[in-house]
């Protein structure tokens, strides 16, 4: 049994600040030990549940922010930036029989610590069909895809209340409750740790590769914090204007969908400018 976890860092234990996700800040060196405590935890558990393999893929800005020596001498993990499906890499080579979303987030426009779509502020809101998409959803469908089932979510409260939609038979660990997008109440990492491992655990029990889920079109509408940034995500072939400041496009698969999604998002963060955006 193989297990991937996908691990972000907005949603790690103790995170609530910008600067806590920053790399290079002294905010964020001191909260990577608490992420990659979340995500250890979470793979410790799926070892005691009898998975045969870990993979954990690093999904959080320079995807450079877990402590590799400090993670179980069983795991693997894939760092680095540029790869083909970006947070859910690995799951599209057909020996995945569960996928994890440890320290996620809710989406752009929404209540929810540091809450964001891939771009922290430009971008401030996302529809899947018309359905307002967090990474969350967005991943789960890429998953569904390849038949793989999303097992366990780790976040802020709310952000388990999101993973309802997606995934609402997988466990989900809040390891803060949400009191603004810059505030929340934390539970200690030994606490977090023990609460996760536990779910992961049990989550075990719900891994096993499903059927595909093909044959639906995908339409994603992205709205932005200005309308040159909307512009700008009209270069990429496929996509066109939807409304004032909204950009969208239709994709056969999920798996074009997410790399659309990917081009668009590099193409207007070069877009931003410094002082206005």
Not at 58 to 77: G, K, P, T, Y
Request: glycine letters at 10%; hydrophobic letters at 45%; proline letters at 3%.
């Amino acid at each position: 049994m193989k297990i991937l976890i996908s691990a972000d860092m907005e949603g790690a234990t103790g995170v609530t600040w910008p600067a806590d996700v920053l790399p290079g800040t002294p905010q964020w060196e001191r909260c990577r030990s608490m992420f990659t405590s979340d995500v250890n935890a979470a793979a410790l558990g799926f070892y005691d549940g009898g998975a045969d393999e870990v993979l954990v893929n690093e999904a959080h800005w320079s995807m450079r922010n877990l402590l590799l020596e400090h993670m179980d001498e069983r795991v693997q993990m894939l760092t680095g930036k540029h790869k083909s499906l970006s947070m859910v890499e690995g799951i599209q080579h057909g020996d995945v029989d569960a996928v994890a979303f440890v320290g996620y987030h809710t989406g752009a426009g929404t209540e929810g610590v540091l809450a964001h779509t891939y771009l922290a502020n430009s971008i401030t809101g996302v529809w899947l069909n018309g359905v307002r998409a967090s990474e969350g959803l967005l991943n789960a469908h890429v998953a569904a895809e390849y038949g793989v089932p999303v097992v366990l979510v780790t976040g802020d409260d709310l952000t388990c209340v999101d993973a309802e939609g997606y995934a609402p038979d997988a466990r989900k660990v809040a390891v803060k409750d949400y009191v603004s997008r810059y505030a929340a109440v934390c539970r200690t990492p030994a606490r977090t740790a023990a609460d996760i491992r536990a779910a992961a655990k049990a989550a075990t029990a719900l891994a096993g590769r499903r059927d595909p889920v093909t044959g639906s079109a995908f339409t994603v509408e992205l709205e932005f914090d200005a309308e040159h940034l909307a512009a700008a995500a009209t270069v990429v072939p496929g996509v066109a204007p939807s409304g004032e400041r909204r950009v969208a496009y239709t994709s056969a698969t999920m798996y074009e969908g997410i790399r659309t999604f990917k081009a668009v998002t590099t193409i207007v963060s070069a877009a931003v400018e410094e002082q206005y955006g």
